[in-house]
């Protein structure tokens, strides 16, 4: 019997030893700390020598930046996303600019060197923008001339910390050298070893791991348990660039200007008669000087004798420019890409400012594309600085702010310029598909908080219209024309039209329909539509009133206007 039990012993105990031998294994397998590392290049994507991966604060971005000749570079957009957007290439003059409140600064793609405006010039040493591959490339060191960031570069891979903002930040201290792995698990693979007393910064705490960053801009995780003395720092921001101060002519009091629609010299002449029944009205803005060329040729109609005219009356005079009423066929798009011809248009605009003794320059370009939209703002950049040093009022008309009309940057114009008026008009068009207000109140209103959201509101004057549209509808057509106040209530009149009040758009409402079958509409434009405006305009305290244009009002506006200038 006993020999039988022996062996049978033996047996089981071999199997217990062997199993506990296999569970000692998986356990081992399942619990020990792998060694195995990452793949460095995969781990930041790195494609070639050149390539350096970004770590934007503490989050690596989709962006890449290049390494080249021991310089690091990032292309032009996300020079402008992330650092400062007001570089602009102009590609047709093969130029990078950076235009300040004083002067243009021009660096020719490919170059070492740049000038400025003020016939200042330095060499860096270093090529300051470059193509590759058509995509335009900036140097970092030369970018931060004039943005307050900091950067550096590590190597094997190529990788770099960029860092934008300061916010405080929680930090630690590993207690003893363990691993940075890519994910929180010990299985996971290992990206650098982490020595005893490194600092990391603490970017998400789990139960068991914590996601980390190294000074060396490795985002991974590390053990709870290897982390000790957790505290808040606070890194001292980077404040090298001082930007210069956009100063602005300001008036103290609320502005109301009105537009004069001038067709050629002898219009000037109307000046007398067209102020004739106004109150209150301190600036007047002339229809004077066109652009009549893609080399920047600037047409004048204005005369002295008007601006003292207008002085003797106590108004100033705002000049208007524009690009749309030259008869000559010429490429808008074509000027605004070269800085000779912005120049050109510049200079002669402040010649004939000078010689005539206005008091400032308004800019209506329209219809502006949005491929230009750029070369369109550093137009307004440039046009400020001269501006600026004549001590010329500088005031921009833009359509009520739209997604379709982004590209104007309203925000960038708050800054560059003295004053931002929204034409607060044509929202129904001659072109509309259906029959509307010229400039219901909702329209109004949303033009004025979408501008202020962007724009100090003290800069910001809304432009009323002094015309409404009649439109016929028959037979499925839509037309229409544009007429005064004045006529349009003659045409009410005379065809015994019933108005009443519309509250959605904030104006009186009538139409009726003819014997033919066409139906006309009417949304009327007069002293109790304007005071709803106003009313709005009051509520978020802009800068005051414009209207377009004189001539065209009921002499009862005028008391409506008054009051609220005169308050």
């Not at 320059?361 to 400020?384: M, P």
């Not at 509808?473 to 007429?483: D, K, P, Q, R, W």
């Amino acid at each position: 019997m006993k020999k039988k039990v022996i062996p049978a012993i033996i047996i089981i105990a071999l199997i217990l030893v062997i199993g506990g031998i296999y569970a000692g294994q998986i356990a081992y397998q399942r619990y020990s700390y792998s060694t195995e590392k990452a793949d460095l290049n995969d781990y930041y994507d790195i494609t070639s020598d050149t390539d350096v991966a970004i770590i934007l604060g503490n989050e690596r971005i989709e962006e890449r930046a290049l390494l080249l000749d021991g310089h690091y570079y990032m292309d032009f957009p996300s020079v402008q996303k992330y650092l400062n957007d007001r570089f602009y290439y102009g590609k047709s003059d093969n130029t990078l600019f950076y235009t300040t409140a004083t002067k243009v600064i021009m660096a020719q793609i490919g170059a070492t060197s740049w000038s400025d405006s003020d016939g200042n010039t330095s060499d860096e040493g270093y090529v300051i923008a470059r193509l590759e591959n058509d995509t335009l490339y900036l140097a970092l060191d030369y970018v931060k001339k004039f943005a307050n960031f900091s950067f550096e570069g590590f190597e094997s891979p190529n990788h770099m910390q960029l860092t934008t903002s300061w916010e405080d930040e929680n930090i630690a201290t590993i207690n003893k050298k363990t691993d940075l792995r890519l994910r929180g698990g010990v299985k996971s693979e290992i990206l650098r070893p982490l020595e005893k007393d490194e600092t990391v910064v603490i970017l998400e705490e789990l139960e068991n791991w914590t996601k980390v960053k190294t000074s060396d801009a490795y985002i991974g995780y590390v053990e709870n348990k290897r982390l000790t003395d957790i505290t808040t720092r606070s890194p001292i921001p980077v404040e090298d660039y001082v930007p210069g101060e956009y100063t602005s002519i300001r008036r103290d009091h609320k502005i109301n200007l009105g537009f004069h629609n001038i067709g050629g010299v002898a219009g000037n002449d109307t000046i007398t008669s067209i102020l004739a029944e106004s109150k209150s009205l301190n600036v007047i803005c002339p229809t004077w000087y066109k652009l009549s060329g893609e080399g920047g040729e600037i047409e004048s109609i204005g005369t002295a004798g008007y601006v003292k005219t207008a002085h003797d009356k106590g108004l100033e005079v705002w000049a208007l420019v524009d690009n749309f009423t030259s008869r000559n066929d010429f490429s808008v798009s074509e000027f605004l890409a070269h800085y000779e011809s912005r120049q050109h248009a510049i200079n002669s605009l402040m010649e004939y400012a000078l010689a005539q003794g206005v008091d400032g320059i308004n800019l209506d370009f329209e219809t502006i594309a949005s491929e230009d939209g750029q070369s369109y703002v550093e137009f307004v950049r440039e046009l400020s600085i001269a501006c600026r040093k004549n001590n010329l009022v500088f005031s921009i008309d833009n359509y009520v702010p739209m997604n379709f009309n982004d590209h104007y940057n309203i925000r960038e114009q708050g800054i560059v310029a003295d004053y931002v008026i929204i034409m607060g008009y044509d929202e129904h068009y001659s072109g509309s598909a259906e029959a509307g207000s010229v400039a219901s109140l909702s329209y109004v209103e949303n033009g004025i908080k979408n501008t202020i959201a962007k724009v100090d509101p003290s800069k910001v004057i809304n432009a009323v219209p002094f015309y409404t549209r009649i439109w016929h509808t028959s037979n499925g057509s839509l037309s229409s024309e544009a007429v005064s106040m004045k006529i349009a209530r003659e045409y009410i009149s005379n065809h015994n039209i019933a108005m009443s009040w519309d509250v959605n758009a904030g104006q009186n409402y009538g139409e009726y329909t003819s014997s033919d079958g066409t139906l006309h509409q009417i949304w009327m434009e007069d002293a109790e539509s304007i005071g709803q405006k106003i009313d709005s305009m009051k509520a978020q305290n802009i800068a005051g009133i414009a209207a377009w244009s004189l001539g065209m009002e009921t002499s009862d506006i005028w008391d409506v206007i008054s009051s609220y200038i005169e308050e």
